[in-house]
């Protein structure tokens, strides 16, 4: 497939034989901390970056659909921040004043207060953070705890909420002290073994039914947190039923919904919150990375009855950059005013509906997702056998029958969490939970031969690694996430041209099939058994 050719920065570069880039990352190498990521998989070193296009110091010029993983909604040095920045700066205004009032900090509660969810907006209150959003996280825990009395947190499988011991302990992998752990609803390896609106329905009734369970073992909690599209968890949009259905069970039971938007937001799922989709009003919500107009800022926003913390109860040094709240505001206005939520929908719906006609015939290719500009594609290895993947993600639903049938009498939990008699948490048989046909005569021992085609083929990230590696060669920076890193991820910047949209799909198929020609041993490869945290080439590292 041909390379579509974009047009050359109108930017004087600064520009060497690679001699000097080549020094920097050395450099880098010797004097940065051994935990940085993106350096170890993205050798580039930019000088010049203007909308999705960024020119290294050899001249080199690349599409970036990082966008400083999805900080950018308006790509590089887009005029209107530029000039709100430049603003600040003429007008000698002081740069960082905590938490006091300033006139750029008001405009920007405007900005935000005219985007948000109206019922939300209308009772709403705003933290400001310290500028990452992982403390945007700290803080929303913090704020449930308090105006709840109670400590425990509802998370799920799969999530990312940022690498601080809260954030990270309300994550997938992370330490879960204090957390319970629900399964998400993720299609392809759904964990109950069924997919689609089945298995959104069971995570929803699970997760119902174990909060009302006086011997489930989960005390009422201080809140549940989501992800309304896991980002780092492999692009895994959540069902617009199932948020709502989460949404109702929590209301329900008086537990604050936290919504966490830090990467979803400003446009990016192609609606202004990816809350906004379902209808669904949470009572917290997360915002960082976009918010800022490509500068730290992180705020919470949550209904003003929360508000209940007393006077520093939450801080930080930075929390009053005023350079970030200009440049935030500006960028709010022009993505509202613009529309440019719903060009994202427009511009993401085409790129789906191409990568999924490109990948349809290529079994390396597990799965094209995403809402808006938020896509992602999982590589797997089709030849190597699918019950590797299953046992390291978890108990198949075989595997659960087959428990019943054979290990019921050991104590302790259950695999797919079916108690000792092979029940969910109301009591309703893990085999009268699935679909009708899967069991024939009620046989446990029968399922999975109708159930088999469901089990999907391990992650391969070696295959992803060398996609990545590809695409760089042709010019074109693309994230890695999911389990495993086998997903490869796209954020372009909303401001993405149709042009941009072709050239950054044709380089994108011309790496895979380069990497999938040349890479022919990834396709019996085993993924690592490490928590995806444990992997340094991956995340979005808040």
């Known amino acids: ?56 110091a050899d001249g080199r010029r690349y599409l970036d659909c990082l966008s400083g993983a999805g900080a950018l909604a308006l790509g590089h040095n887009h005029p209107v921040v530029l000039d709100a920045v430049r603003a600040v700066l003429d007008a000698e205004a002081p740069l960082q004043v905590l938490d006091l009032a300033t006139p750029v900090k008001d405009a920007f509660m405007d900005e935000l207060f005219a985007t948000l969810p109206p019922a939300l907006a209308a009772r709403a209150r705003v933290q400001f953070c310290g500028p990452a959003g992982t403390d945007a996280v700290e803080a929303a825990l913090k704020l449930v705890r308090t105006a709840t009395g109670r400590d425990g947190l509802l998370a799920f499988s799969g999530a990312y909420h940022g690498m601080t011991a809260g954030a990270l302990a309300a994550s997938g992998g992370g330490p879960a002290a204090g957390v319970t752990r629900l399964p998400f609803p993720y299609d392809y390896r759904c964990p109950f073994g069924v997919g689609g609106e089945r298995g959104a329905e069971l995570s929803a009734r699970w997760t119902e039914r174990l909060l009302d369970d006086p011997k489930g073992g989960t005390p009422r909690p201080a809140g549940m947190i989501l992800e309304p599209v896991q980002g780092e968890g492999g692009v895994i949009p959540a069902p617009d039923a199932w948020l709502r259905r989460m949404r109702e069970i929590t209301e329900a039971r008086s537990i604050p919904l936290i919504a966490d938007e830090v990467q979803t ?11 906004d989709h379902a209808g669904v009003v949470p009572d917290v919500m997360v915002l960082s990375k976009a918010i800022g107009g490509g500068l730290p800022l992180a705020v919470v926003v949550y209904r003003e009855d929360l508000d209940v913390w007393p006077p520093g109860a939450h801080a930080g040094t930075f929390r009053g950059n005023q350079l970030a709240m200009a440049a935030g505001a500006a960028t709010l206005a022009q993505v509202r005013e613009n529309n440019l939520a719903e060009r994202a929908a427009t511009v ?52 659960a029958h087959q428990a019943g049938a054979e290990g019921r009498r050991a104590d302790g939990p259950q695999p797919n969490g079916a108690s000792r008699d092979g029940a969910l948490p109301d009591g309703t048989s893990l085999d009268g939970a699935l679909p009708d046909g899967i069991l024939r005569d009620g046989d446990p021992s029968t399922a999975y031969a109708d159930i088999a085609h469901t089990v999907a083929p391990p992650a391969a990230p070696a295959l992803a690694a060398a996609v990545q590696q590809e695409c760089l060669r042709r010019g074109l920076i693309v994230e890695l996430g999911g389990r495993h890193g086998g997903v490869i991820r796209l954020l372009p910047p909303l ?48």
Not at 18 to 39: H, K, M, N, P, V
Not at 265 to 275: D, E, L, P, S
Not at 363 to 389: F, H, K, N
Request: proline share 7%; aromatic share 2%; hydrophobic share 40%.
């Open 1 to 56: 497939m041909a390379v579509t050719q974009l047009p050359s920065l109108a930017l004087s570069a600064v520009r060497d034989d690679g001699g000097a880039a080549q020094g920097i990352l050395r450099r880098q190498a010797l004097r940065e901390s051994a935990a940085r990521t993106y350096a170890r998989t993205l050798p580039i070193v930019p000088v010049r970056a203007r909308g999705m296009t960024v020119e290294g």
């Open 265 to 275: 937001g400003v446009g990016r799922t192609g609606a202004f919150w990816a809350v």
């Open 348 to 399: 993401g719906g085409r790129m789906l509906e191409r990568l999924r006609r490109y990948a349809a015939g290529r079994p390396q290719i597990g799965e094209v997702r995403g809402r808006g500009l938020m896509i992602g594609l999982e590589l797997v290895a089709p030849e190597a056998d699918p019950a590797t993947e299953a046992d390291r993600e978890g108990p198949s639903v075989e595997q």
């Open 495 to 542: 401001t993405i041209t149709d042009e941009q949209a072709e050239a950054v799909l044709d380089r994108l198929a011309d790496a895979l099939d380069a990497a999938i020609r040349t890479a022919g041993t990834h396709s019996g490869e085993v993924p690592p058994t490490a928590s995806p945290f444990a992997q340094p080439l991956t995340g979005d590292h808040r």
